[in-house]
């Protein structure tokens, strides 16, 4: 799995998930690598419905959901458990899949 923590693609640290998908995109991770991307999708933004709807949207308008792996934090998935199944559920849905040890 390609880890875009330790890549060089970054000139400085993305600000946000949107952010975070648009230059892994814009430099074309998806087409240089064969590995599947593992982004961290804070659980904060995804409980933000326009970040989420978005989110959603860049994945389909891409073609990248079957190559994203999402790491949520699994304290704070406890927490929020009830409101976060429907999304988690969407994002699959649309190919993404999720990485913690509650899968």
Known sequence: MFDYTNASVFDRSPESIF??????????????????????????EMLDSHTFSTVEAMIVNMGIGERIVFEINESEYGEYQEQIEPLIRKLKDIGARFASNIF
């Open 19 to 44: 952010d975070l998908l648009h230059t892994i995109y814009d430099q074309k991770i998806f087409l240089e690598k064969k590995e599947d991307v593992s982004i961290p999708f804070p659980i904060i």
